[in-house]
C-alpha cells in the first residue's frame, strides 16, 4: 500500500499563488510518474501537470507559463507551484502516482485538496 498526503490547497484571490505538496510513503522501490488532475464541479477529471522520475514534465495548455511541477525523488515527494492563479483554476486537486513495487507498476491517488480562487 502506498499512503499519499496532500497539502497546500485553500482559497486565494485571483493573481495570487499556491504551493501543493504530495508526499507518498509505504511500499515504494521508486516511483515513475508523479502528477497533478484537477476536476471542477461539473466537469471531468483533468490532467494538470505531470512529471517523470527523470525530470521530464508536460503540463496542460491552460496552466503552461504560471504552473511549475517539480520532484523530489528522495523523499517521493512532488510540488506544484501554481502563480498568477485564476478563477477558472478552482477545483479539487488530486495527487497521482505510478510506482514500482516487488517488480509490478501501482497507480495511486490522493485524497484530493480544495483550491479556490476568487475573482
Known amino acids: 500500500q502506498v499512503q499519499l498526503v496532500e497539502s497546500g490547497g485553500g482559497l486565494v484571490q485571483a493573481g495570487g499563488s499556491l504551493r501543493l505538496s504530495c508526499a507518498a510513503s509505504?511500499?515504494?522501490?521508486?516511483?515513475?510518474?508523479m502528477g497533478w488532475y484537477r476536476q471542477a464541479p461539473g466537469n471531468q477529471r483533468e490532467l494538470v501537470a505531470s512529471?517523470?522520475?527523470?525530470?521530464?514534465?508536460n503540463y496542460a495548455d491552460s496552466v503552461k507559463g504560471r504552473f511549475t511541477i517539480s520532484g523530489d525523488n528522495a523523499k517521493n515527494t512532488v510540488y506544484l507551484q501554481m502563480n498568477s492563479l485564476k478563477p477558472e483554476d478552482t477545483a479539487v486537486y488530486y495527487c497521482?502516482?505510478?510506482?514500482?513495487?516487488?517488480?509490478?507498476?501501482?497507480?495511486?491517488w490522493g485524497q484530493g485538496t480544495q483550491v479556490t480562487v476568487s475573482s
Open positions: 497521482n502516482v505510478d510506482v514500482i513495487w516487488l517488480g509490478n507498476q501501482y497507480n495511486y
Open positions: 512529471i517523470t522520475r527523470g525530470g521530464r514534465t
Open positions: 509505504g511500499n515504494i522501490f521508486r516511483f515513475t510518474n
